[in-house]
């Protein structure tokens, strides 16, 4: 099946930047619709942002738009997360996902059926 590694993750002051990676293997990359998704201490696991399989069509939480931005490099087989302008209330684990989209939403918030291990955020105020 599908591998997720993601990397990238560590302690930053508000306002800094940080870049996460997120490494796929075991099946063909662009099958896929690839999101990030975080879950800070004690609550749930919220989506964060989607990259359509060839790019071209990108998704983000309220939260996060105009700071965070999602790419893909279907070559390397890699996802990243350019984090900006980070807030305290953006600590979490951050965790990859991955999924088949045959129908519906090109860049959907639910629905992923592959995870990474997360990578954790710390950002200090």
């Known amino acids: 099946q599908v591998q997720l590694v993601e990397s990238g993750g560590g302690l930053v002051q508000a306002g800094g930047s940080l870049r996460l990676s997120c490494d796929v293997s075991?099946?063909?990359?662009?099958?896929?619709?690839m999101g990030w998704f975080r879950q800070a201490p004690g609550k749930e696991r919220e989506f964060v942002a989607a990259?359509?399989?060839?790019?071209?069509?990108?998704e983000y939480a309220d939260s996060v738009k105009d700071r965070f931005t999602i790419s893909r490099d279907n070559a390397k087989g890699t996802v990243y997360l350019y984090m900006n302008t980070l807030r305290p209330e953006d600590t979490a684990v951050y965790y990859c996902?991955?999924?088949?989209?045959?129908?519906?939403?090109?860049?959907?918030?639910?629905?992923?059926?592959?995870w990474g291990q997360g990578t954790q955020v710390a950002v200090s105020s």
């Open positions: 996902a991955a999924q088949r989209v045959l129908s519906g939403p090109p860049v959907p918030r639910v629905g992923y059926e592959y």
């Open positions: 075991g099946r063909t990359f662009t099958w896929y619709v």
């Open positions: 990259i359509s399989p060839s790019g071209d069509s990108t």
